[in-house]
């Protein structure tokens, strides 16, 4: 199958939930209240725990990894964080061809809150095996 | 000076610095905890790390407790890989960071203060496997 500019990744949606903030503090070791303590969360300002950024970056690394499959090789993967999401709420996650050179991909990835507001904004590089 | 220009002196003192390596193994079942986390079942999980994985692997900002006499809290801003070499299960992994730009913002309610990490991930071989690099942001 040939990656063509414009090219649509399958859309991967996400339903986070409180367990999974947990889940994920632990298994990254993130400790940070913000994510399990919604007393905590709303003393500093924020609407109750909100996503781990880097949980978003790894819901677009799945949607990557599970687009390219075995095809080729990740090469850089970078996000910014433009705004919280909290669990309770779908996050789903998409992505689109922008260039192709050779065997050189670039795609744009970002994830979405349901009103369709991109809360995370990225880009991935990929080799392509020949 | 004021008490936030002399944080960020002091922070600014810090660019540059490397802390001391951390090293850790790549455990099957750890990388399948984080996997499970974040509910990727893909099955190559099993013998190497997903994208993201090296940031459980050893702290990617160091603990900068000055910082936190700014703002009230943090906020990720950002995170860029490039990836150099696989990360498998059973690798070794160093990673040694440093601060690598601070530097003050205003923003739409309030001023903000950024602070740039910069990890870079070597294996058993000494082969370089990744960097990282992540903006923290205090508010």
Known sequence: MTVKVGDELPVLVKQPTTRQLVQYAGAQGDFYEIHYDQDYARGVGLPGVILHGLLKAGFLGQLVTDWLGDRGTLKSFEVSYRGVDMPGHAYACKGRVTRVDGNDVELEVWGEDEAGKRTTVGTATVEMHA | ?139
Not at chain 2, 1 to 12: G, K, T
Not at chain 2, 48 to 67: G, K, N, R
Not at chain 2, 118 to 138: F, K, S
């Open chain 2, 1 to 139: 000076m004021s008490a936030v220009a002399s944080v960020i002196d002091r922070l600014r003192a810090r660019i540059g610095v490397e802390g001391e390596p951390v090293t850790g193994v790549v455990e099957a079942g750890h990388v399948k905890r984080f996997a499970q986390a974040i509910g990727d079942p893909n099955p190559r999980w099993e013998k190497e790390a997903p994208p993201t994985f090296l940031v459980a692997l050893a702290p990617v900002s160091l603990h900068l407790s000055e910082a936190e006499e700014y703002g009230r809290g943090w906020l990720n801003g950002g995170n860029r890989f490039d990836y150099l070499a696989p990360v498998r299960i059973g690798d070794r992994i160093s990673a040694r960071g440093k601060v690598a730009d601070v530097y003050e913002k205003e923003g739409s309610s309030g001023n903000l203060l950024f602070i740039i990490f910069e990890t870079n991930y070597v294996n058993q071989d000494g082969a370089p496997v990744a960097r990282l690099r992540g903006t923290m942001i205090r508010r």
